[in-house]
């Protein structure tokens, strides 16, 4: 796991917005002032679901409305599906989103 800092003054002060962190998009969720981080591509059909909003501590999808816990990833009942979750630590400063490392990047470089 690698912790990639992102300044806070870099992002929006928004609920939802897609960034890109070492390559990979990712929809950073802003929901009762607690960050959240997880994949931006909605596993059901591939919707940008950084374009939905967020409901009750789930992740709405605005293609056909799959909802997604925030906390766990996991789709509600029925949809038997997830999204990914990455961690996040938040400083004053700073939010810190943990990514899995690509075993060939440290081996052959980017
Ligand atoms: S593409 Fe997200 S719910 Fe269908």
Redesign the pocket.
């Known amino acids: 796991m690698r912790w990639v800092a992102i300044e806070k003054h870099q992002i929006k002060d928004v609920e939802l917005q897609l960034i890109t962190v070492e390559g990979k998009k990712i929809c950073l969720v802003k929901y009762n002032s607690e960050y959240f981080a997880t994949a931006a591509k909605?596993p059901?059909?591939?919707?940008d679901?950084s374009q939905g909003w967020c409901e009750n501590g789930f992740l709405v999808?605005p293609?056909?409305?799959?909802k997604y816990n925030l906390e766990t990833g996991r789709g509600i009942i029925g949809q038997g599906d997830y999204i990914e979750i990455y961690p996040i630590k938040e400083s004053k400063d700073q939010l810190l989103i943990g990514v899995k490392e690509n075993w060939w990047k440290r081996i052959f470089g980017s």
């Open positions: 909605c059901h059909a591939g919707a679901i999808c293609f056909h409305r799959y």
